[in-house]
């Protein structure tokens, strides 16, 4: 998929995090809104977008904020998917391209859909020297994940072209840093990808993570 493709009437689904290309996110899913789109894109392998909200919930309540979007999102493509009771469904999705919407809209039985336009994937960077300290640290917390975890996220280790790329480490750290929401869609959405290895690698300096011989940042990052 080009830079330039459109999608229209992209189904969404908003949640309180923000997907990264190449990231891994897990779901539960319960809601009848998402349970139809879900079954649909696994049946057609068509991906779906994933958005972080501005306000609202991700789950309908009575009362609730109504749900406002992110314009920048990422397409999510069903890896694995299973049902363990009727009413539920338990995927895990990767992220693949980023999308700026155009245009959405809600129907009326509260799914979200947008026209979208495909965003530029990363271009592949080579880490600067001076940032090969923040990938080594990487490096470090994701063999810890990998070796204490049993979350299907943190099953798989990087290779070392990704290692060697500034989006995949910057990504990587984005998504485990305990960072607010808005924050980690800013940097999600910023075209290059150095700049933002270059703010990651500023906030591990003055968090001191990044003099740490490489300690996980606290938990991983819950599943949805």
Known sequence: ??????????????????LFPQGLLSLRVFE???????????????PFGVVALQAG???????AAAEQLHAVG?????????????????????????????DHRQLPHGLWVADVQMLPADAAVPIPDHLLA???????????LHARSTDADHARLPSAEQMGDCGWVANRWTELLPLPVSIKQQLMALDSPLVRLE???DVLERSGIGNSQGTAPGSPPAAH
Do not use: N, W
């Open 57 to 63: 919930s991700e789950v309908r309540k009575a009362g």
């Open 74 to 102: 990422t397409l999510a493509r069903i890896v694995q998917l299973q049902q363990p009771q009727p009413g539920l469904l338990q995927l895990q999705c990767e992220g693949t391209q980023r999308f700026r919407m155009q």
């Open 199 to 201: 703010l990651v690698a």
């Open 134 to 144: 923040t990938a080594q640290a990487l490096a470090q917390v994701l063999m810890q």
């Open 1 to 18: 998929m080009t830079a330039h493709t459109a999608l229209h009437s992209l189904p969404l689904f908003p949640l309180g995090s923000v």
């Open 32 to 46: 009848v809104r998402y349970l139809d789109m879900i079954r649909k894109c696994e049946r057609t392998g068509a």
